[in-house]
């Protein structure tokens, strides 16, 4: 049980995008509890819905086509979704920050990086210009760049995609929020600097305590730095459990076959075919009857096939939306 | 940066001088450019020798470019067959600046016009003002500037009058005759009312598509990444569209408008034609039609020299206002 | 899309996107464009007043009434658009300078592209110092005005419908050319190009075959467009008095003659300035909409 106070709490949220080919039920009833300062991850592949639910939460949905349509998004007790556009406004980049996929663009590239952290400072505090310069050099700092005063008037275009997600982070933690979603942060980058990233928001999450919320496709990148993970498929969380216990006992078949196609070292070598989870993600225009996981699901049986799974409580703290949750 | 001017300041010197020779080679194609005068029996037959000698017209055509050429750079532009008496330079250096002005505050107008209204048209998106901007924008560009401005002078001065039962607007020149020696700020009033309509009528011409490419500009600016991220900096949406957005969307702006100055200088010859104004456009116009050719080959040299010169600017302050090429 | 929307499409009455073939969804998406319809309706009137008028109302536009009162006669059912400063018929001579103008207009944009489209080819394709050569030689034609360069060139090559359009041709390809060439600049990196080079094709082929086809999109744009333009063209151009001449009407020089009658019958100006008003405008929305069917993303 975790004794922290619960900072987010998302229940049944929906979001769909209304478009010309059709409705597309992007989050489709998705429940996810964050704590102050926990570590959360949401692992899914791509167009399961978690980068939308990371934009329900602080209402960046593009309207049109998206809409918000059901579901409440608890943050310090208040529903978000009641908020007006002022409201959020403030909350956007102080008390929750998000970082993107992609530094190369995320970054206005006719302003100085030192003027855009700045700008982050003095719209949520009420701190003159060379005091807000003075502690744009800190996070600069903090962030881990080298020479932070000459950097403070460089352009994005003069600085590696390493360096660029250093500065987003730099300016999404300026105002030391509660909450910062890391969307993807690490995905466009290379392997080693991903790593770097990640150590630094590991070291920054223990030195300003902020909660994280994690998105990614990549298990690796959770089984570092999450305590616990959430599941997404096609826009409904399917299992949610700690760290350990979903790397230790898997329930949901979808995280038991993610987990068996992770290639492995082994010491005997074998000639078997690394194991894949058959078929495709369904299109979000036709979601298969019953349990959205079914045509994949060796496991699958009629009432699978007819019904839809509630998610419900296997063991302590293990969430699964299955009808036949793997034992291990 | 440096390098960047001094390279363009280079191009421009083939461009001229292609200039120079296509305005020289499209004349040379006259059969018999001497023809109308030679038919005059008051024009004695030495002093068309003397002209043809004057001209070149007694030398191989390769010849007879560089000494024209010579003679133009040096400044001697000979005679003016359109008014006889008068030195081609006179007429041309009085003709141009009323060029200069009328296209000076055509450009001023449909900037300070197009801009707000393509911005305006790319936030409010698919709305009633968009659509009304966007078939405003149609018409401005498929009407015939000239059967325009026949039917603006045809409503101003023929239909609507003064009180006085002068026209309300005059159908042509640039200043009232006896007013040339007036205070400068009589004299600006009176040039106004001359100058409503050819601004007004060329204006409109261009403000159409000037919007339309604000508009797009716009548009593609607004979905990049980084304005994602300004908005969840929790920036307000006036500063994401006044500050992050419009410095990007201005950039290629730039291009367009020095794109556009070739069209709106022929746009401008025939309305200068129609109210009478003697600028470059007309006189160039005037030259062609009555054979003055010597004229009209220097004539069309000189403002296409000045397009290729405003060019080199637009280019400039490209440069100077996109970082990206600034610093590197 | 609306709820509304979504039930008729659940019941069958409306495909998907994956239903469509490639012009299929062009077509599609024109159609639903309100003003590139309203554009190609404008058009089709035009088309059947100038083609077909002659065949309802039959006068002929070359006949002078003598005397005083045949001219400038006000619209009556003998002449419903009036008579002009010869006492012809204006209505007659609206249809048949109608087919001239838009003849002109539409050969010479024609014309244009095809010039245009191979010389872009051509020059993207190759590169080298011939491309250099040749785009520089058009950015320097693109500086000079278009205007007093057209009456430039017609002055020295006489007046004629056929001079025009070579005219408006001479200058007209440059556009293309450089649309064409960037384009096929761009497309010639891509990896079904160098696919083609593999397996030995011959530049030929790759141009003709590969390239070709994906430049036809913008290509057909730029000449729906080009043929208003050119049908400015050639109105400004007869205007001034080169270019189309009697005994031929155009809707230009229809404007021509009538400027002088500016006080007394001004409507000889609306009349042709109308038309080529309302068929530009009709070729630039339905060349528009074109665009936008064919690259949505586009939005231009």
Known sequence: MDNREILVDIKNLRTFFYTEDGVVPAVDGIDLTIHRGEVVGLVGESGCGKSVTALSIIRLIPNPPGKIIGGEIFFHGEDLLKKNAEEMRMIRGDKISMIFQEPMTSLNPVYTIGDQISEAVTLHQKIDAVEAKKRTIEMLHLVGIPEPERRFSQYPHEMSGGMRQRVMIAMALSSNPDLLISDEATTALDVTIQAQILDLMRGLQKKLGMAILIITHNLAVVAEMAETISIAYAGKIVESASAREIFKSPHHPYTYGLLQSIPKFTEKKTNEPLPAIEGMVPSPYHMPKGCRFNPRCPFATEKCREEEPEILEFSPGHLVRCFHPIES | ?328 | MTEKAVEARKKGQRKSSDDYTYVGMVFHRLTRHKLAMFGAFMLIVILLFVFAGPLVWRADPNEQIEGLEGMFNVPSPAHPLGTDDYGRDVLARMFFGGRISLFIGFISAISSTIVGAVVGLVAGYYGGWADDLLMRFTDAMLSIPTFPLLIALASVMGKGIGQIILVIVIFGWMIDARLVRGLVLSLKEQEYIEAAHAIGASANRIMWRHLFPNTLAVLIVSTTIGIGGAIIYEASISFLGFGVQAPFASWGNMLQNAQQFIWNSPRLIIYPGLAIFMTVLGFNFFGDGLRDAIDPKLKL
Not at chain 2, 240 to 249: C, F
């Open chain 2, 1 to 328: 940066m440096r390098d960047y001017i001094i390279r363009r300041v280079l191009g421009m010197i083939p461009l001229i001088l292609i200039v120079m020779i296509v305005s020289f080679g499209i004349f040379s194609l006259v059969p018999n450019p001497f023809a109308a005068l030679i038919e005059n029996p008051r024009i004695k037959k030495s002093d068309i020798q003397r002209l043809i000698k004057a001209w070149g017209f007694d030398l191989p055509w390769y010849l007879r470019f560089f000494k024209w050429f010579s003679g133009v750079v040096r400044g001697d532009w000979g005679p003016s067959l359109l008014y006889p008496g008068s030195l081609a330079r006179d007429i041309i250096s009085r003709a141009l600046p009323v060029t200069v002005r009328v296209m000076g505050l055509t450009f001023l107008v449909s900037l300070s016009i197009a801009l707000p209204i393509g911005i305006i048209s790319a936030v409010k998106q698919y709305s009633m003002t968009d659509y009304i901007v966007t078939v405003v924008s149609f018409l401005g560009m498929s009407m015939p500037t000239f059967w325009f401005g026949l039917m603006m002078m045809m409503l101003f001065s023929v239909v609507l009058k003064r009180p006085s039962g002068m026209p309300l607007l005059p159908a042509g020149g640039i200043i009232t005759p006896g007013l040339e020696e007036a205070p400068f700020w009589a004299k600006l009033g009176d040039r106004a009312q001359y100058l409503v309509m050819p601004v007004f009528v060329l204006a409109f011409s261009s403000v159409g598509g000037w919007a339309r490419y604000m508009r797009s500009s716009m548009l593609e600016v607004i979905r990049q990444d980084y304005i994602r991220t300004a908005r969840a900096k929790g920036a307000p949406e006036h500063s994401v569209i006044n500050k992050h957005a419009l410095r990007n969307a201005m950039i290629p702006i730039v291009t367009l408008v020095a794109l556009s100055l070739p069209g709106i200088v022929g746009g401008a010859a025939i309305t200068e034609t129609i109210f009478n104004i003697p600028g470059m456009g007309s006189l160039i116009i005037a030259a062609e039609v009555k054979s003055d050719y010597p004229t009209a080959m220097i004539g069309l040299m000189l403002i296409s020299v000045l397009v290729i010169v405003f060019n080199l600017v637009a280019d400039i302050v490209y440069a100077w206002v996109d970082p990206r090429i600034k610093y590197s």
